[in-house]
């Protein structure tokens, strides 16, 4: 799959590189024109989008993610309180799904981004870990499941999937192994 120059100007955005140059920078690198007079920082980032491949969104691992969301009729009284569902809709969360996977080598550069399995595996934990946390909250501030993935601030499903990395330590054969 080929990332596109919106792809590439997000995750450029979201390291705090300017939007401008990485966009003339991809404009540049698609036409075959010399690059090597860009910032460092934005090379290392298009040397990054060349050489990872995108994971996929399988749909065997989007049917178990979202039957982590509690719906309406399933959850406690105080969610139902809320009057909304924070399960979402299917199409939303494929389509933020597809999209938090293609600028998941940018946003979160130091993971194995070939290891389709691994990343599932985080993205399962840092989800569980939230909605357990917002569980015993009572679903205070609670985001719909599309939402969680990416919203207009980013992405909550990123932030949990640091907090997972950062909490537990790598097991013995290199790859972290994560109990919650």
Same mark, same amino acid.
């Given at each position: ?14 390291? #705090? =590189? ?6 003339? =920078? ?9 690059? +090597?007079?860009?910032?460092? &920082?934005? *090379?290392d980032? =298009? ?8 994971? +996929? ?6 049917? &178990?993610?979202?039957?982590?969301? !509690?719906? *309406? #009729? ?11 569902a924070?399960?979402?809709?299917? !199409? ?12 998941? /080598? ?6 194995? &981004? ?23 909250? #009572? ?14 601030? #980013?992405?909550? *499903? ?11 330590? /790598? ?10």
């Amino acid at each position: 799959m080929k990332f596109t120059k919106k792809t590439f100007v997000n995750a450029a955005i979201g390291q #705090g =590189l300017d939007a401008g140059t990485a966009e003339t =920078l991809w404009y540049a690198a698609s036409k075959g024109y010399e690059i +090597s007079y860009f910032p460092e &920082q934005f *090379l290392d980032l =298009l040397e990054t989008f060349q050489t990872v491949e995108v994971l +996929s969104v399988r749909t065997e691992f989007i049917n &178990q993610w979202m039957k982590e969301w !509690p719906s *309406l #009729g399933n959850m406690q009284e105080d969610v139902r309180e809320n009057k909304y569902a924070i399960s979402g809709n299917r !199409p939303e969360v494929v389509k933020r799904m597809r999209q938090f996977m293609s600028e998941l /080598p940018a946003r979160l550069p130091h993971l194995p &981004q070939n290891d389709q399995e691994y990343v599932e595996d985080l993205i399962m934990r840092a989800t569980r870990w939230y909605l357990k946390e917002r569980r015993e909250d #009572g679903w205070y501030m609670v985001k719909k499941n599309h939402k969680f993935i990416k919203d207009t601030n #980013g992405s909550v *499903l990123a932030d949990w999937m640091e907090r997972v990395l950062n909490r537990r330590a /790598p097991a013995s054969d290199g790859r972290r192994r994560f109990t919650i």
